[in-house]
């Protein structure tokens, strides 16, 4: 699970670098909420899982 979040991060890292150098496109700011809300998923969903097999 930690390794698919670090990478949804990684994701909207990239898609943040290309959003700073496109000045008049917006979906690539959508594409680093997308993969940021992806990483926050991934990270609570472990955490739901950890709790339940704990």
């Known amino acids: 699970m930690n ?3 670090c990478r949804a991060v990684a994701q ?3 898609s943040a670098a290309t959003a700073s150098l496109d000045h008049e496109a917006e979906w690539p700011l959508l594409l680093v909420a997308g993969w940021l809300t992806t990483a926050a ?3 609570a969903e472990a955490g739901v899982r ?3 097999l704990a």
């Open 12 to 14: 909207a890292g990239l």
């Open 50 to 52: 950890e709790a339940a």
């Open 41 to 43: 998923d991934l990270m």
């Open 3 to 5: 390794t698919m979040a």
